[in-house]
């Protein structure tokens, strides 16, 4: 079964860093874009980075300078390193990825997410 898994989230002070993988498993033939996501409570899912599958990233006026996509495409496997954390960072991080499960079929999935929490 095709899926996404998240880990690497956690509880760090202010300032401190956090590493975060998402793992994509199951019966693939290729994998697109990637992006992270997060949700605080209370509030919409945005966006927070993407990466192409040529190493292209993006990311969100809040992630600039302070965050960095990157992947593996061996191991199927995008990561988000998160430095400078604030408390304004906490939220639930979701992983999607646009993945080939068979000719001509694309689909977007989504990951169950992983909790990062920024005391203060």
């Known amino acids: 079964q095709v899926q996404l898994v998240e880990s690497g989230g956690g509880l760090v002070q202010a300032g401190g860093s956090l590493r975060l993988s998402c793992a994509a498993s199951?019966?693939?033939?290729?994998?697109?874009?990637m992006d992270w996501y997060r949700q605080a409570p209370g509030k919409r899912r945005e966006w927070v980075a993407a990466i192409t599958s040529g190493g292209s990233t993006n990311y969100a006026d809040s992630a600039k300078d302070r965050f960095t996509i990157s992947r593996d495409n061996a191991k199927n496997t995008v990561y988000l390193q998160m430095n400078n954390l604030k408390p304004e960072d906490t939220a639930v991080y979701y992983c999607?990825?646009?993945?080939?499960?068979?000719?001509?079929?694309?689909?977007?999935?989504w990951g169950q997410g992983t909790q990062v929490t920024v005391s203060s």
């Open positions: 199951g019966s693939i033939f290729s994998i697109n874009d």
């Open positions: 999607n990825a646009d993945l080939q499960v068979e000719l001509r079929r694309w689909s977007s999935y």
